[in-house]
Antibody, heavy 121, light 111 residues
């Protein structure tokens, strides 16, 4: 059974880079038709798709974040990571990693529990 | 504002049926499959419906999805107190370099 777990700092200073890692257990980031995805949710608000890295290594990002976001994968550790630079208070959110299932037209069938990141000095 | 439009809230009594709508356009719902997610308070979202109307094996058949044109609908029958949650629709959007978009979410209150 595949499980995802986010990890990283819970507090980031404005203008710095937010870095999170998602560890995949029970599966591999380099196998199958899966989109390894980051999704965030500001407090009291809805879900925002940030981007994904496909199992082939190709990436796609939300245009509203494209200039600031990078998603990468470490296949040796079965992890994928999110870097978001030049953060502001507006980036304060719960960050989720999720698996988009290619066989289900990209539906996010597995989610991590989420990790809260606060941007504050 | 979200690319996909959902009502902010719906409510119904236990045992009743409720529907949640999700309106989009030809660049998203009109030409792609829709998924629905349930987010219980303080929890991560959970996949309820994929491919417009398919349920993962652990989702009861009280939950159903449909799509017509550029709109999709989630129906929940036999409402239970435990169904009180936020519900989100989601699909691919061709205008976002094939990125994904979510609806703004609908808060379901079981009266």
């Amino acid at each position: 059974q595949v499980q995802l777990r986010e990890s990283g700092p819970g507090l980031v200073k404005p203008s710095e880079t937010l870095s999170l890692t998602c560890s995949v257990s029970g599966g591999s980031v380099s196998s199958g038709s899966y989109y390894w995805t980051w999704i965030r949710q500001p407090p009291g608000k809805g879900l925002e798709w940030m981007g994904y890295i496909y199992y082939t290594g190709s990436t796609s990002y939300n245009p509203s974040l494209k200039s600031r976001v990078t998603i990468s994968a470490d296949t040796s550790k079965d992890q994928f990571s999110l870097n978001l630079n030049s953060v502001t208070a507006a980036d304060t959110a719960m960050y989720y990693c999720a698996r988009g299932h290619g066989g289900k037209w990209g539906a996010f069938d597995i989610w991590g529990h989420g990790t809260m990141v606060i941007v504050s000095s | 504002q979200s690319v996909l439009t959902q009502p902010p809230s719906v409510s119904a009594a236990p045992g009743q049926e409720v529907t949640i709508s999700c309106s989009g356009s030809n660049s998203n719902i009109g030409n792609n499959y829709v998924s629905w997610y349930q987010q219980l308070p303080g929890r991560a979202p959970k996949l309820l419906i994929y491919d417009n109307n398919k349920r993962p094996s652990d989702i009861p058949d009280r939950f159903s999805g449909s799509k017509s044109g550029t709109s999709a609908t989630l129906a929940i029958t036999g409402l239970q107190a435990g169904d009180e949650a936020d519900y989100y629709c989601e699909t691919q959007d061709l205008s976002l370099i094939s990125g994904r978009v979510f609806g703004g979410g609908t808060k379901l209150t079981v009266l």
